[in-house]
């Protein structure tokens, strides 16, 4: 890579660091960040400033051990008590206002990353385009991006940042003081006396330098490796939530082994990685202790002619050592924290990719998918185009239309689209294009339904808050919906997904709409998993219920007794081959 090249690179990724850093500094908390900010600032400036007093403090405390002058001896003894507690007193402070922004840097973009990846389906959609054949152009593991990367990047930048101003006031700081001590270096060459000015300067920056390009060469690999472990661990983490998750199916599956080949997969993705990664860091652990214990005697060897020939004391000699220590400290910033950095640029790249993901959905969301409106009592399509992410065109240029009073069954073969169809009709299907009018009063209830964990009421009341209903509510709509058993416990606290049996979840969800009581139902393959007699009273109930708020449902079914329930059937039919969809919809009364 040419170092134009190098260059581009780093002014992009600059640039979108900038852009994920800038957004809390002016946001509705910014007078509180910045001034948190300022306060770091000045209690590092502060910390570099009694550094510089520490260095004086040498030269007089080894001056008066060497000259044997008990009193100045006694005195800067003394005098390093206050300085010591004046250090301490900084440092606490300096840790406790970093912590504290960061946290609060890290819960103001958590805040703002959650309510972006909520809002407007965004969270629906970026999982749907990992289907799409691109799926390396869309974002892995999201929940960690913001769990766990966020709170890496607000804390290795402020570390970081205060590092380097660290680095640059302390440089500033103490160059002055190592060029007036080191003095000159004197020397005949070609028949010519030279003498170089701060030669103990320019040693530490030659010194510093070479370590910098080495640390770089050296390093570079981490920042891959880095990114790719965060990933690694983040899927292996993740697939272990979803054998949590459908923990019942895998063990009536035997999937056991599988799960546990799976698992060891993924799990020696991490290890394999880990241990290329621990390799590297070896590598350049070997490299920064060979320099920083040679750092340490260096100064020594350099400026011990001038000792020995009488032309300072011990404590210049202490004083020079120690401020070649702090130069050579703030010009080997980069070599101490390349480990870190190349941490940092892999946490970066995961959330300006995550970025970018979150802000092309948002640009594209008002292309994708059909033009979607609310109407009062009417659910109806015009022109409607379902594709599959693939884009392989199931249905084309469809028109439906269904009032209130009607109900209407859907039916098709598996996989004709009758629950992407209704996926459009939801507004939230981005393959799709058209026009949908959908009744402005009304409910789904998908074939999968989703029930937080806590109180039963609150699974029952969803997304709504509970209170907003009362307990009679709350108990007969658990009836209603044939579990008269779980009318008892509204406040007993479960993963209720898991402990309900899948007839029990669905008749919940029945009992959920039944509670809210909206003029229009979706019910997507909603009683599949009850008994015939139990799926009939239960629709009867769903169709009485609608029919008092004039309103309509449609469902999605497979068995023959459900027809007899509804008015309407629109049935998904194989077209021929070249035709420019798989399926139409046939419209005829049930």
């Known amino acids: ?121 965004a969270f629906y959609q970026l999982e749907l385009a990992r289907f799409t054949g691109d799926a390396g152009a869309t974002p892995d593991n999201p929940d960690q991006r913001i769990q766990e990367d966020l709170n890496l990047f607000t804390s290795y930048t402020i570390s970081l940042t205060m590092g380097l101003l660290n680095a640059v006031v302390t440089l500033a700081s103490f160059v002055g003081i190592l060029w007036s001590l080191s003095g000159g270096f004197a020397f005949k060459f070609d028949g010519g006396s ?29 920042i891959r490796l880095n990114f790719l472990q965060q990933r690694y661990e983040a899927d292996f983490r993740h697939h272990m939530v979803r054998v949590r998750e459908y923990s019942e199916s895998i063990a009536l599956d035997k999937g056991e082994a599988v799960e546990r080949a799976q698992l060891d997969g993924r799990f020696s993705s991490v290890l394999s990685n880990f241990l290329k990664l621990l390799k590297a860091q070896k590598n350049l652990v070997w490299f920064t202790n060979f320099f920083g214990q040679a750092a340490v005697v260096f100064p020594f060897i350099v400026a011990a002619p001038r000792f020995f020939s009488g032309a300072i004391q011990l404590g210049e000699l202490m004083q020079i050592a120690s401020a070649f220590g702090r130069v050579q400290d703030s010009l080997g910033w980069f070599v101490d924290n390349y480990s870190s950095l190349a941490a940092w640029r892999a946490t970066a790249d995961r959330l300006t990719s995550f970025e970018e993901s979150m802000a092309a959905q948002a640009q594209t969301q008002s292309t994708l998918g059909a033009t979607n409106s609310v109407a009062p009592d009417t659910l109806a399509t015009h022109g409607l185009t379902l594709a599959l992410p693939g884009g392989t065109v199931l249905l084309s240029d469809v028109t439906l239309h269904a009032r209130a009073g009607d109900s209407v069954l859907i039916k098709g073969p598996s996989g004709s689209g009758k629950s992407t169809l209704f996926r459009a009709f939801a507004g939230i299907w981005p393959f799709a294009r058209g026009r949908v009018e959908q009744p402005a009063d009304s409910m789904f209830i998908p074939q999968r339904p989703y029930f937080p964990n806590g109180r039963l009421r609150d699974a ?41 049996s899948g007839g029990e979840q669905q008749r919940l969800a029945i009992a959920r709409v039944l509670l809210k009581k909206p003029k229009w139902i979706f019910a997507d393959e909603a009683t599949s998993a009850l008994d015939e007699p139990a799926e009939k009273q239960v629709y009867e109930r769903l169709l009485a219920q609608v029919q008092h708020a004039g309103g309509a449902i449609v469902s999605i079914a497979h068995r023959p007794a459900l027809s007899a329930l509804h008015s309407q059937r629109w049935t998904l039919e194989k077209r021929p081959e070249g035709a420019p969809s798989l399926y139409q919809i046939k419209e005829s009364a049930s």
């Open 194 to 222: 030279y003498n170089i000015p701060g030669f103990m300067v320019w040693m530490a920056v030659l010194y510093c330098m070479a370590g910098s390009v080495a640390t770089h060469y050296i390093g570079r690999p981490q």
């Open 460 to 500: 029952l009341a969803y997304p709504l808050p509970a209170d907003q209903y009362t307990d009679a509510a709350l108990r007969q709509a658990l009836t209603d919906a044939l579990l008269p058993q779980l009318a008892t416990q509204l406040d007993t606290q479960d993963a209720w997904s898991q402990k309900l």
């Open 1 to 121: 890579m040419s170092l134009s090249t190098k260059i581009t690179d780093f002014k992009v990724f600059t640039r979108k660091v900038w852009a994920l850093s800038l957004p809390y500094f002016q946001s509705e908390e910014k007078w509180k960040a910045r001034g948190l900010l300022v306060a770091i600032v000045l209690l590092n400036l502060g910390a570099v400033y009694m550094l510089v007093l520490l260095n004086d403090w040498n030269r007089l405390f080894y001056d008066a051990l060497q000259n044997k002058n008990e009193p100045v001896f006694w005195t800067q003894l003394g005098r390093f008590t206050y300085l010591a507690f004046a250090f301490i007193l900084i440092a606490v402070y300096r840790f406790y206002l970093t912590q504290l922004l960061e946290l609060r840097w890290r819960a103001w973009m958590t805040g703002h990353y959650l309510q972006r990846w909520l809002a407007h389906h």
